[in-house]
Structures are given as structure tokens and as C-alpha cells.
């Protein structure tokens, strides 16, 4: 995997505590008026998480946090592991605790879920598309405000990978950076005068004029913008031959496809940057089933 692709860890417990008690807070609001009007106080159940449709699941840790910041002596035990391909009707996990917390838990759970394996599911869809080759399927920042960090997790449980975390995290010079400062060449030069000598500049080219000031003005990586598939393969060959250690991407009207994937691969790039692959994956259907009512604490003692 290229260099600059993001290895940032799984999950960060302070921030994904903080994230989920808010996402509790805004669905459960001043109290589950529901459960608490049909639940009796101290009743036990037991549950099972369940799929509708085949995927690869992500985001297992973040459920078990949701139903375990409203019951910390639940039981979760997990049926698959973490980036697992699943068949629809398989059980993902089992369940065991208060039935009030369940139920009151059970809609943002199920929400960061759906969400994180959606993504993986479509992500695993995008990289197999272009197994066999050099390129790398990678996501954008076109994520969800505030759930980044796991959106990105999520690519990479499906086997994609992360470009830029964030605007700290690397240098790409785009089209508006280019038009402020007056050109390709300056703004390269900008860039390599602040940048640390270990870090890499890449710029987004729209033709090949910039191709060309690109490779001359020494930038390290190249992305090829909303090319056509012949220009970008010329382009592609042109770089390779006047500067065979620059890193190439191609970005800008490629969706999800896997034939689009694979002829656009089949060019020779390295990374192959989709925003679709947070901004447009499909839910994954999952759904928490009862199985069982346990007799409450009073109950047992009557």
C-alpha cells in the first residue's frame, strides 16, 4: 500500500465514547417514553443482531459501546469477526441484559452498524474490482461531519484505503490553490518551501499543460482530474516516462463501477480516489431480534 495512504488506528476509546454518548443523547433525548411506559424496571432479555443481506460487517466494537454505556453488565458476544463476509440471515452477535437498555440502545446501534458496514461492503466491492492491478482504490474527505474517523475505519475493514484524514495530514494542491497563487509551478514551489523535506507534495492536474509544470516543478504525486479514459492513460504514460517515481492518482467522475473501476485501473495508476465510497454507500440492513424475556430481579425473589 502506498506510503501516504492513512494508517490511523481502529478507534480512539475517548473519542468514541464521547461519540456515542452523544449519538444516545440525541435519540433518547429526555427519556424513552416507550420502553419505559411497557418495560418494567430490572427486566432481563436476551437478543440477537441479525442481517438481512450479504456484506462485510464493520463497526461491531461501536455496537457493543452503544448497549454497554446504557448497561455496563450487559453480555455481547460476538457471532462473526470484525471485516467478516456475511450471508443475509447470519447472526452478527448475542445479546444479554437489562431489556430497557437493550431496546433504548437498539436504534443507534443498529444506525452505526448499518452505516460502517455499508461502507465496508462497498469498499470490499470497489477493491476487488481492481485486484491484479497496481492501483488502490482509496476514499476522500466527502465523509460525514464528526464520523470520519470511522467512515474511514470502515474502508479500510473492506479491504480500500485512506487518503488524507484531514487538511493536517498531507499536501494536495487543488484547482483553487492553483488559481490563487497564479499557477501549478507557484504552487508547488509555495508548498515545498513550508513542507517538511519528508513530506510528499501532490497536485491535481486538469490537462496536460499542468501535467507537464507538475513533473518539471519536481512535485512527488500527481492526480489526474475528471479525465477521459484515453487522456488519462496518455498522461499516465507520459509520467511514467519523465518521472517514474511520482505517484499517480486519478480522481473525478469514477463511481462505484466495478467495470468503470477496472478500465480505470487498467491505465496504470496508483490510487484510484472515490467519494462515493463514503458519501454514496448504501445502508446495510441489519435488525436486533428478541429472543427471549428473563424474569426480572423481583420477580425471581417473589
Same mark, same amino acid.
Given at each position: ?75 455481547? !458476544? ?7 463476509? *456475511? $450471508? =443475509? @440471515? /447470519?447472526?452478527?452477535?448475542? #445479546? ?58 470502515a474502508v479500510r475493514i473492506g ?39 519528508l513530506l510528499r507534495v501532490e497536485?491535481?492536474? !486538469? ?7 507538475? *513533473? $518539471? =516543478? @519536481? /512535485?512527488?504525486?500527481?492526480? #489526474? ?29 469514477i463511481g462505484s463501477d466495478p ?44
Amino acid at each position: 500500500m502506498p506510503e501516504e495512504l492513512s494508517a490511523a488506528p481502529a478507534f480512539d476509546p475517548v473519542f468514541d465514547h464521547e461519540l456515542v454518548r452523544r449519538a444516545l443523547a440525541e435519540d433518547i433525548g429526555r427519556g424513552d417514553m416507550t420502553t419505559e411506559a411497557t418495560i418494567p424496571q430490572g427486566t432481563c432479555a436476551t437478543a440477537r443482531i441479525v442481517t438481512r443481506e450479504a456484506g462485510v460487517v464493520a463497526g461491531l466494537p461501536i455496537v457493543e459501546l452503544a448497549f454497554r454505556l446504557l448497561d455496563p453488565n450487559l453480555r455481547f !458476544d460476538s457471532a462473526v469477526r470484525e471485516g467478516a463476509h *456475511v $450471508e =443475509a @440471515g /447470519a447472526t452478527l452477535a448475542s #445479546l444479554s441484559g437489562d431489556a430497557r437498555a437493550l431496546l433504548s440502545a437498539e436504534r443507534t446501534a443498529l444506525n452505526f452498524l448499518g452505516r460502517l458496514s455499508g461502507i465496508a461492503t462497498l469498499a470490499a466491492r470497489c477493491a476487488a474490482a481492481v485486484a491484479g492491478t497496481r492501483a488502490t482504490v482509496v476514499d476522500t474527505r466527502k465523509t460525514t461531519p464528526g464520523l470520519r474517523a470511522l467512515e474511514k475505519y470502515a474502508v479500510r475493514i473492506g479491504g480500500a484505503g485512506n487518503h488524507r484524514s484531514g487538511l493536517d495530514d498531507g499536501i494536495l494542491i487543488k484547482d483553487n490553490h492553483i488559481a490563487a497563487v497564479g499557477g501549478v509551478r507557484q504552487a508547488i514551489a509555495s508548498a515545498r518551501a513550508h513542507a517538511p523535506h519528508l513530506l510528499r507534495v501532490e497536485v491535481e492536474c !486538469d490537462d496536460e499543460t499542468q501535467v507537464c509544470d507538475a *513533473v $518539471e =516543478a @519536481g /512535485a512527488e504525486a500527481i492526480l #489526474l482530474d475528471n479525465m477521459p479514459l484515453d487522456r488519462l492513460r496518455q498522461n499516465v504514460e507520459w509520467i511514467r516516462t519523465h518521472a517514474p517515481r511520482t505517484l499517480i492518482e486519478a480522481s473525478g467522475g469514477i463511481g462505484s463501477d466495478p467495470e468503470q473501476l477496472a478500465a480505470v485501473a487498467a491505465t496504470g495508476v496508483d490510487l484510484i480516489s472515490l467519494g462515493a465510497l463514503t458519501h454514496s454507500a448504501p445502508n446495510f440492513d441489519v435488525s436486533l431480534e428478541f429472543k427471549t424475556r428473563r424474569a426480572s430481579t423481583a420477580e425471581g425473589r417473589a
